[in-house]
């Protein structure tokens, strides 16, 4: 499902050094496979997923997506293989806070091919227990509820991949179990793969396979902060990234 090889990128600090926060080897993740990857804040972690989700690109490697190569494709074609085969649930949730409930999972639905869904997106919602909130603002909805968005509308498009950033770091201890099981439960139901960071032990304690980012990125430990986040950074070809990504593919 998921092929990472020999995969890099490297921002520049805003003294003119160049910091390579991500090289990665070799990572994979075969269909339907659900894996956590442990990582501290600076890492690289949330750089990592968004190379994987094609918002930022790598300066050098090759990363397949059900036999899909991304990392040559041009932006559209990256915007459109995201909507098509990879759902990401974000830290922050990046609802839309002047749509409900039902138009933000919706809206993520219309980068698809097969657009918008309306009885498959209440179906959704009902499954994550919002079935009585459609018509509710994200301002309206408690902490845990707005994950439960954010989880519907990572699945709505049937992905194959869902990509999972810190999804509980924002979730009491009550609410962090819950939005575990309904994710992993979740992505077994649609046959996604699920690919989760984060830095909380009991986060990663309910996963049966977990490995260090550490293991696998050979990124300079001297350089592990804060360059590890990818929001507002000088890119290496002059470039800076987004401090929001794209709606495509949410």
Avoid at 76 to 103: C, M, P, W
Avoid at 132 to 142: A, D, G, I, V, Y
């Amino acid at each position: 499902m998921l092929t990472v090889r020999n995969l890099t990128k490297s921002f520049n600090t805003p003294d003119g050094a160049k910091v390579r926060v991500v090289d990665v080897a070799a990572f994979e993740l075969a269909p339907g496979g659900q894996i956590a990857l442990r990582g501290e804040s600076g890492s690289g972690k949330t750089t990592f997923l968004h190379l994987i989700a094609g918002i930022l690109r790598p300066n050098s490697g090759d990363i397949f997506i059900d036999g899909v190569e991304m990392t040559g494709l041009g932006e559209s074609k990256r915007d459109a293989l995201r909507a098509a085969k990879i759902g990401y649930i974000f830290q922050n949730f990046n609802l839309i806070q002047g749509h409900t409930v039902l138009e933000n999972v919706l809206l993520g639905m219309s980068f698809a091919p097969g657009g918008a869904d309306g009885a498959r997106a209440r179906a959704l919602l009902d499954r994550v227990g919002l079935g009585n909130r459609l018509r509710h603002f994200p301002r309206e909805l408690s902490t845990g509820q707005q994950q439960r968005v954010a989880v519907a509308r990572a699945i709505a498009n049937r992905p194959k991949l869902v990509l999972a950033d810190e999804p509980t770091g924002n979730l009491d201890n009550r609410n962090t179990a819950s939005a575990l099981d309904l994710i992993k439960e979740t992505c077994a139901e649609c046959g996604a793969s699920l690919l989760l960071v984060s830095h909380d032990d009991a986060t990663l304690a309910r996963f049966e396979r977990v490995r260090d980012f550490t293991d696998i990125n050979r990124m300079d430990r001297a350089s592990r902060s804060p360059w590890g986040q990818t929001r507002g950074q000088k890119t290496e070809d002059g470039g800076q990234t987004e401090d929001r990504p794209p709606l495509s593919g949410l």
